[in-house]
């Protein structure tokens, strides 16, 4: 089936995916959402494969993998006061394609667990990791401040490595996952943050 009928199939054709890995992310997502039994929501006068109904999404938080990351989610975004994190909602549970859900879903049960991710980040690694001794979500070091990004963004993720085996003083990895991957963004960002200074280190 091509793939626009496909998405047109499944509530996920956006005239706005510009290219097949945006596409086929929205179809998939759907596809998720439909084994599952999930009701597409609403949004912007549209039904959208990869969007959840309110507040049913958020009661239930069925857009986590597990009860781990369901636990992590409510304590991070619901109960907290999330000491100037920001999480956007509704997206945050009902949007499929967010990048603030896609993190808990791969970060959370890490966090909860530092020696697993420890071993996984040495797989991923070899040689530059000894210990991840915390996992942080929406991390901002100094919102607007010209030494980092310069603007109000935050990392969707930050692994704090106390020692890098590629040199004395890189201390920190952060981890902002985009929707489509872009060498020369990745590029950029990578030499922003290699300006910062020996304490503070960018690993895209």
Not at 137 to 149: D, I, Q, W
Not at 153 to 167: M, Y
Request: one cysteine or more.
């Amino acid at each position: 089936m091509p793939l626009t009928q496909l998405a047109h199939k499944h509530l996920a054709f956006e005239p706005t995916d510009i290219s097949e890995f945006q596409r086929k992310a929205r179809i998939l997502q759907s596809m998720w959402r439909e084994e599952r039994g999930y009701e597409a929501a609403f949004f912007r006068g549209k039904q959208r494969g990869n969007y959840l109904l309110m507040p049913w999404a958020k009661d239930t938080l069925n857009n986590y993998l597990s009860g781990t990351i369901k636990e992590v989610v409510r304590r991070e975004v619901i109960s907290s006061r999330n000491n100037g994190k920001l999480y956007g909602s509704p997206r945050i549970f009902n949007n499929l394609l967010s990048s603030q859900p896609l993190c808990f879903n791969l970060f959370a049960e890490l966090q909860q667990d530092l020696n697993l991710a420890t071993r996984v980040f040495q797989q991923l690694c070899p040689d530059r990791i000894a210990v991840v001794t915390a996992i942080e979500f929406e991390h901002s070091p100094s919102r607007g401040n010209l030494k980092y990004t310069g603007d109000s963004s935050a990392f969707r993720c930050l692994r704090r490595i106390p020692q890098w085996n590629w040199g004395e003083g890189f201390r920190r990895d952060r981890s902002e996952v985009p929707r489509e991957p872009d060498e020369q963004a990745l590029q950029h960002q990578t030499k922003v943050f290699r300006s910062c200074g020996k304490d503070e280190m960018l690993q895209t």
